[in-house]
């Protein structure tokens, strides 16, 4: 019997063998059809039960499934798995489809979306009605034939060249690797690094060391080697994933993404892409997001030009180096924020040993959200590196399932990531607990040495964590409004709010303990975290909106004209532009958050959650870090209301107003 189709509640990662898959996501499209054709069937009047509430609850089976397949594709895939990801998208799109554009289905949809002022309904039963009607409208439900059909093909087109895009990404990130011998070469390089990079060179029987585009490698790398020509190496290499002149190249996939998503927007009755999606989210349209945008950068700009400029006079004075290169960013602002805050992230990093960073953030937790967390070893896992934990509230009730998978290895892909195996939902009366997991890329522990984590890794185990927590703590009746399920510059504030717990003091003390000595971390170290906190935000804020504008200016036009792209590159990024441009590298051929992710005409988010997150987290300063009723409130509000109603809502119930961006200028230093 194949595993995937049998009912099961933890997700059987051990029964499961690739040739499982396709033969499931078959049949389980089979019975979500049998769904959908019921509620069609269906004799009675179209009400919120046996329609909305029934189209809701549908392809249960296949979203677990699904769930399941394409998390390993990101976590743990291999060229099979790759290649059945290539057949199935199709597949699911056309279902998809079928679904969005069931007449006789959105007959019935409509009918009660219609009708919905005689209904009495809950503020969550009105958005799940909406949210489904809008659905249908926002996906060709009221097209022609002919239309509907030019939306099938741009669909299951779409779906396929963003699975090859990644897997380009993915296999240029692994194709690539560094062999040093001379001593020489690695001088500058944290013992640490060193020691891993020998590691990674034993495992290929090799001598020396081997350096990798794999963050873990890569960033200490740019960040402490002296040997400016290898830091130089390593630059390009990253900057050509996508844009060499062979097999992976992304150049034309990116080109047609765009093209054939302006194609949808356009049938739909949209200006472009981003007027598409951003009708859904709470920026509303682009001219917003980029007064947004505009806004910030006038702010920034000064700041980070002299940054810039301070970080240009040190290269010079340290090494004589009259211009800078993107190669020598990390390194010499890493030299030039120890020379200022004499800070060492070297020394940070004893400090920050990965189980007691885990063990803080559970306790954090804790305190603010009275969660429990205990690792148990009976839970199927899909790679040994992954931890498993059982959560629980005060009075011992069942929360989550959490899975946590930290380190980095062939198959898994860069970055990090939070994701989910089970929604919550309630159904039948039966409150349905999540099953949630967080997918990072943290440096492995060595023979000698445990996994350390640089505070930049820290920060990221906080943000991931906090998605983790919008997914854990979820309280709502239906699964597609439930956790994270929220408008996409929405979905951040929960993850970067809890990342300012890194920079206090109290938060600190809980797990911020040495290695070796199990010694707090020093007052003065945290004096120097916090003022280093806001080091070249001018910088930052102009690196991020320059990704940002880069997405919003690939998505609100019609690229049909664009033939360069690395001229469209140019041209988007010369408000943003410090660094002098590098010929053979773009930045679009390697950008899965737009061409791979969710995030295209959403990258803008981060920033826009960054305005929530301080706003939110200075509520938290004037209350106390730990104070149970803000707490409460940002739970009761923001974690456990997933998108029942509009975002600005529930932040306006947590905050009492609406968010100011002051907050976050402040904390940034740029006023």
Not at 598 to 620: I, M, Q, R, T
Request: proline share 4%; with cysteine; aromatic share 12%.
């Amino acid at each position: 019997m194949n595993p995937l189709l049998q009912d099961f509640d933890i997700a059987p990662f051990s029964k499961i063998s690739n040739e499982d898959y396709k033969p499931a996501i078959k049949k389980a499209i089979e019975i979500a059809k049998t769904e959908i054709e019921a509620i069609v069937g269906n004799t009675a009047k179209p009400n919120f039960k046996n329609t909305t509430e029934a189209l809701d609850y549908s392809g249960e089976k296949l979203g677990r499934i699904t769930s399941i397949f394409f998390n390993l594709n990101s976590a743990e895939t291999n060229d099979e798995i790759q290649k059945i990801a290539q057949e199935v998208s199709p597949w699911l799109s056309e279902f998809r489809n079928d679904i969005t554009l069931n007449e006789h289905l959105f007959k019935r949809v409509k009918n009660v979306f219609d009708n919905r002022k005689n209904l009495d309904l809950n503020p969550e039963q009105a958005t799940l009605l909406e949210k489904q009607y809008k659905g249908f409208a926002r996906n060709g439900a009221n097209l022609s034939e002919e239309n509907k059909n030019e939306l099938r093909k741009i669909d299951a087109k779409l779906s396929k060249l963003s699975l090859q895009f990644g897997e380009n990404v993915l296999a240029e990130t692994n194709a690539f690797e560094m062999h040093l011998t001379n001593e020489s070469d690695v001088t500058g390089l944290p013992e640490s690094v060193k020691e891993a990079a020998q590691e990674l060179a034993k495992e290929k029987n090799k001598e020396g060391y081997i350096f990798t585009l794999h963050y873990p490698s890569y960033i200490p790398f740019m960040t402490y080697a002296d040997n400016r020509d290898l830091r130089k190496k390593m630059a390009i290499a990253a900057g050509k994933k996508g844009f060499q002149n062979n097999a992976q190249n992304n150049e034309n996939i990116v080109l047609e993404i765009v093209n054939l998503r302006y194609n949808r927007a356009k049938l739909l009755g949209y200006k472009s892409h981003a007027a598409f999606v951003l009708e859904e989210r709470m920026a509303e349209k682009p001219e917003n997001v980029f007064n947004f945008s505009n806004e910030l950068l006038e702010k920034a700009k000064p700041a980070a030009l002299k940054e810039f400029n301070n970080l240009t006079a040190f290269a010079t004075k340290t090494d004589g180096i009259q211009k800078l290169e993107k190669w020598d960013a990390s390194y010499y602002s890493e030299k030039l924020k120890k020379e200022i805050f004499n800070l060492d992230q070297e020394v940070l990093k004893p400090y920050f040993k990965l189980e007691n960073v885990i063990d803080g953030v559970f306790t954090i937790a804790n305190k603010l959200f009275d969660l429990k967390f205990e690792e148990i070893f009976t839970i199927d896992k899909y790679h040994e590196d992954v931890k498993t934990y059982n959560v629980t509230d005060s009075e011992n009730n069942f929360v989550a399932v959490f899975y946590a998978d930290f380190h980095p290895r062939k198959g898994k892909r860069n970055g990090a990531w939070m994701t989910s195996y089970k929604p919550q939902q309630i159904k039948n009366g039966k409150n349905e607990r999540p099953h949630v997991s967080i997918v990072c890329n943290f440096t492995k522990p060595t023979p000698t040495k445990p996994s350390l984590l640089t505070f930049n890794e820290v920060t990221t185990l906080f943000h991931e964590f906090g998605h983790a927590l919008h997914g854990m703590l979820a309280n709502t009746t239906y699964n597609s409004l439930s956790g994270t399920s929220v408008s996409w510059d929405f979905v951040e504030l929960p993850s970067q709010v809890l990342e300012n717990w890194c920079y206090e003091k109290e938060a600190l003390e809980l797990f911020a303990k040495h290695y070796k000595t199990g010694e707090t971390i020093p007052m003065e170290y945290i004096i120097k975290i916090k003022e280093s906190a806001s080091f070249h935000q001018g910088m930052q804020t102009l690196r991020q909106l320059s990704f940002g504008l880069l997405d919003m200016k690939w998505h609100s036009q019609d690229p049909a004209n664009i033939t360069s792209l690395k001229a469209f590159e140019n041209e988007a990024f010369k408000d943003t532009k410090l660094y002098p441009d590098v010929e053979e590298n773009a930045m679009s051929t390697a950008f899965s958050h737009i061409f791979q992710g969710g995030y295209a005409a959403g990258y803008y988010s981060y920033k826009w959650a960054e305005v929530l997150d301080a706003d939110a987290f200075e509520y938290f300063l004037e209350t106390g870090i730990f104070n149970k009723e803000t707490a409460t409130k940002f739970k009761n509000y923001v974690l456990s209301q997933g998108g029942t109603e509009k975002p600005m809502e529930l932040y306006k119930r947590f905050r009492g107003a609406a968010p100011k961006p002051d907050a976050l200028l402040k904390r940034a230093g740029l006023i």
